[in-house]
Nanobody, 126 residues
């Protein structure tokens, strides 16, 4: 199983960016895919998750209203549309996947995800 993340880059405050994560090797039809991020010197933190079967979504407070997660079933890919980016969004963004249908209280926990992508770096300049 491989999660291939892409789309990171250097942008300015207020810009938008779309990350992609293509899964190969299996599907997560009954599971959850999402994104975590890790800023320099900080702990890894949950950003958003999407339940593959229903399309229902979960967001960290820092992402609500600015970030949108979506999926393309045919491509086995999830996207993270990030708008109104701020310098504090600077981080390495990791695509994650779980083959299990996580309960709501678990979607934000890193150890619940069996699969992690390699990370894509997002830098937002002020």
């Amino acid at each position: 199983v491989q999660l291939q993340a892409s789309g990171g880059g250097l942008v300015q405050t207020g810009d938008s960016l779309r990350l992609s994560c293509a899964a190969s090797g299996r599907t997560f039809s009954r599971g959850v895919m999402g994104w975590f991020r890790q800023a320099p010197g900080k702990a890894r933190e949950f950003v958003t998750a999407l339940r593959w079967s229903t399309g229902s979504t979960h967001y960290a407070d820092s992402a609500k209203g600015r970030f949108t997660i979506s999926r393309d079933k045919a491509k086995n890919t999830v996207y993270l549309q990030m708008n109104s980016l701020k310098p504090e969004d600077t981080a390495v963004y990791y695509c994650v996947a779980s083959g299990r249908g996580l309960i709501v209280s678990s979607v934000g926990l890193p150890h619940e995800y069996e699969y992690w992508g390699q990370g894509t770096k997002v830098t937002v300049s002020s």
